[in-house]
């Protein structure tokens, strides 16, 4: 499931956000104005891509 969170999320509810990136295990895309901004996502999994997509471009 896509997890997407307006902006004013991430000031109001960090830790809140902060734990559905790591329990989800997959990146929450917030919004700004209704439009797509950032993208959020546990550092561990974060890791674990970069990782992946290295290897890939070998």
Known sequence: MI???PSAAIRKNYNQ???LCRLAGEPVY???????DLVLMDVELFA?????G???MR
């Open 3 to 5: 997890n997407i969170k």
């Open 17 to 19: 956000i902060s734990e």
């Open 30 to 36: 917030l919004t700004k104005n209704g439009e797509g």
């Open 48 to 52: 674990r891509r970069e990782s992946k």
């Open 54 to 56: 290295c290897e890939t």
